[in-house]
Structures are given as C-alpha cells and as structure tokens.
C-alpha cells in the first residue's frame, strides 16, 4: 500500500479518536509535516487557476496524488487563511512533499518555469510570435505590451515602442505569464547587461542610448560574426559623419514588414521606394531600431573601428569584404557576382 494512503488514514483516526483540543492540533501537525507520496514517483505537473477555491485545488491536487485526504487540506488552507494567498499559476511538484511544503509552493508561486530563448536580430512582432508559440503569453496581450514604450520612457523618451530593447537571452518563464511581466524582464535585461555595463562608455561615445540601440540593430542584421561588427559599426558611422546615406538592406526589409508588404525579396524599386526606414532613400540613421542587437553588437557601435573604410558586400560566405573607395567597392561587388553566376553553374 501506499505510503500516502497510510499516512492519510492515520491522520484521520488521529483526528476522529483524539478527543482534546491539543491533541487535534498534534494530529494537524503530523499531517502537514508528513511527506505524502512515493521518492520514486514521477513528478506531477499541476495548474492552479485564477479564482479557484480552496476545495478545488485540494480536490485537484488529491487527484494529482500530491495531498490527501483532500477535505482535510481544504480545511487547511481556508482556516489558515492560506487560501486568500494562492498563487495563480503552473507548478511541478517533485515527489514526497508534505502538506506543508504544498503550501509554502502555492502560497510563494514558485512556478513552473520553462527555458526560451530570444536570438539576436529578432524584431517585436518576432519575438512575441516566438513567445506566444512557447505558450507563455497570447499573441495580442505580448504585441501591446512590447507596443508600450513605458518600460524605457526614462532612457529613450523618443520610443513609440519597445523594438530594440526586448533583450536577447536565455530566459526561464512560466507558460501564461503576465505579457507586462515578461516585457519587463526583457528590458531588465537590456538594462542590466547593457545599459549598466557600459554606463561610461555610452556616456563618452556620444550618442544617445536610442542611437546606439539603433546602429546596433542594422549591425546586428548585416553580420552573424562578431569580429565583423566593430568594422561595419565603422563604416557606418563613417557614412553618417560624411552625409552619405546608409544604404542599410536590412533597413528595406524593415519599412515592407512595416507597411505588409514583405514577401521574402527585395526589388530594386523597393530601394528606390521612399520610407522613413528606407536608408536607401534617406540620409542618417532610421528612425528607430529595426530589430533586437545583442551584447556584441551593442558593444562593437561603442568599439567600433575606423579606418575609413566606406564600404563593404557579402561574399557569400557569411563574411564581407570591406573598401575604402567606390572603385575598390565596384570591383569586389563584380567579384562577388561573378562567384555567384559560377556557383550557380556550378549546381546545375
């Protein structure tokens, strides 16, 4: 037999035969102190909804085979006032607890967390597809909260949203989180990665927090390898300072997801399309950050390296090459052509 039903049996005869007050409250103790369940037992994923009353969740959990007898727990909770305390929430109960240890769970809402990772170079509608997909929040209720530009009111009063800072990470979240709670968490981490990190190197660099989220996010398209970034975070910076346009793909991209338009493909009248975020057609940095930039790339527009250089085009091999004039440009764009008709030929 179980030692769970042993345990409840013995504490109901404690109870029934006990005639004294202090005895009651002895058989009370030995119930909730005593741990219901066999070690080898398969630990249980268990749901407390909100608004649900102490019976139900000690009906469920008696179900669940974590506490019984369930009207003896019930009782627990309401007459302790632990009922008022319960947490909404997912919880994996990891077999024997005591009543006790029950409660302690529910009442602090240790809930059951599930890993998610957010990668770099995700934009706001992407990330809270991502979330959303993981069950941990509605699509909708995750879209207006990251659409809320509270969280960085104090850092960056131009923000119409939070697109840039729902930093990239690992995060442990329970499924249907608070969609606030969790837009929180992200910008906590911008803030304590970033924003504290690098305090004094934001404040010598010159430009504003938004600038910077914002230059990091085209770098953060344009190169998955992190020795590139300080270069291209260059040769931005670089066409700023000298009024060229940045002529930023990434930044195309953006305005056609923008305005619905976004099938996969750039065409050349889409460059020649005029968007705010068409760096194509408009001098200086778009208007705000086109994607969520990690801590390399953050970092590299702080670090970034000048050496001149005004240019630079795929190879093809996820890597760049950079110029200093638009002849040298012009060559390895031809360069870079030719090797991609050949590779073409190639794979017929």
Same mark, same amino acid.
């Given at each position: 037999?179980? /030692?769970?039903? &042993?345990?409840?049996?013995? =504490?109901?005869? #404690? %109870?029934?035969?006990?005639?004294? +007050?202090?005895?009651? @409250? !002895?058989?009370?103790?030995?119930?909730?102190?005593?741990?219901?369940?066999?070690?080898?037992?398969?630990?249980?994923?268990?749901?407390?909804?909100?608004?649900?009353?102490?019976?139900?969740?000690?009906?469920?959990?008696?179900?669940?085979?974590?506490?019984?007898?369930?009207?003896?727990?019930?009782?627990?909770?309401?007459?302790?006032?632990?009922?008022?305390?319960?947490?909404?929430?997912?919880?994996?109960?990891?077999?024997?607890?005591?009543?006790?240890?029950?409660?302690?769970?529910?009442?602090?809402?240790?809930?059951?967390?599930?890993?998610?990772?957010? /990668?770099?170079? &995700?934009?706001?509608?992407? =990330?809270?597809? #991502? %979330?959303?997909?993981?069950?941990? +929040?509605?699509?909708? @209720? !995750?879209?207006?909260?990251?659409?809320?530009?509270?969280?960085?009111?104090?850092?960056?009063?131009?923000?119409?949203?939070?697109?840039?800072?729902?930093?990239?990470?690992?995060?442990?979240?329970?499924?249907?989180?608070?969609?606030?709670?969790?837009?929180?968490?992200?910008?906590?981490?911008?803030?304590?990665?970033?924003?504290?990190?690098?305090?004094?190197?934001?404040?010598?660099?010159?430009?504003?927090?938004?600038?910077?989220?914002?230059?990091?996010?085209?770098?953060?398209?344009?190169?998955?390898?992190?020795?590139?970034?300080?270069?291209?975070?260059?040769?931005?910076?670089?066409?700023?300072?000298?009024?060229?346009? #940045?002529?930023?793909?990434?930044?195309?991209?953006?305005?056609?997801? !923008?305005?619905?338009?976004?099938?996969?493909?750039?065409?050349?009248?889409?460059?020649?399309?005029?968007?705010?975020?068409?760096?194509?057609?408009?001098?200086?940095?778009?208007?705000?950050?086109?994607?969520?930039?990690?801590?390399?790339?953050?970092?590299?527009?702080?670090?970034?390296?000048?050496?001149?250089?005004?240019?630079?085009?795929?190879?093809?091999?996820?890597?760049?090459?950079?110029?200093?004039?638009?002849?040298?440009?012009?060559?390895?764009?031809?360069?870079?052509?030719?090797?991609?008709?050949?590779?073409?030929?190639?794979?017929?």
């Amino acid at each position: 037999m179980k /030692r769970w039903i &042993l345990l409840g049996a013995s =504490t109901l005869v #404690l %109870l029934v035969v006990l005639a004294g +007050a202090g005895s009651v @409250a !002895l058989g009370l103790r030995i119930f909730l102190v005593s741990p219901q369940g066999e070690s080898e037992s398969a630990p249980v994923e268990f749901i407390v909804n909100e608004g649900e009353s102490a019976k139900q969740v000690a009906d469920a959990l008696e179900g669940a085979g974590v506490v019984r007898p369930a009207w003896l727990f019930s009782r627990v909770l309401q007459f302790s006032g632990a009922q008022a305390r319960l947490q909404a929430g997912e919880y994996r109960f990891e077999r024997p607890l005591s009543p006790a240890e029950v409660m302690r769970l529910l009442e602090t809402g240790q809930e059951l967390s599930w890993p998610v990772t957010i /990668r770099e170079g &995700l934009d706001l509608e992407e =990330t809270a597809e #991502l %979330l959303s997909g993981k069950g941990l +929040a509605p699509l909708d @209720a !995750l879209l207006s909260a990251f659409r809320n530009p509270d969280l960085v009111a104090d850092v960056d009063p131009e923000a119409t949203d939070l697109e840039g800072y729902l930093y990239p990470e690992t995060y442990r979240l329970p499924r249907q989180y608070p969609s606030e709670e969790i837009a929180e968490a992200l910008v906590a981490a911008w803030r304590r990665d970033f924003a504290e990190k690098m305090a004094d190197e934001i404040a010598d660099s010159g430009l504003s927090p938004r600038e910077i989220v914002t230059l990091a996010s085209l770098v953060e398209k344009e190169t998955g390898l992190a020795e590139e970034r300080p270069r291209i975070a260059g040769v931005f910076l670089e066409r700023l300072d000298r009024g060229m346009r #940045l002529q930023c793909d990434p930044t195309v991209i953006y305005a056609l997801k !923008l305005e619905g338009r976004w099938d996969g493909n750039i065409r050349r009248r889409d460059l020649a399309w005029d968007h705010p975020y068409n760096t194509y057609t408009r001098r200086g940095l778009p208007p705000g950050p086109i994607a969520s930039p990690g801590f390399d790339a953050l970092k590299a527009v702080l670090e970034a390296e000048r050496n001149g250089e005004l240019f630079f085009v795929a190879r093809g091999d996820g890597g760049h090459v950079f110029s200093k004039t638009l002849r040298e440009h012009q060559r390895a764009v031809r360069t870079y052509l030719l090797h991609q008709r050949n590779a073409r030929q190639g794979s017929r």
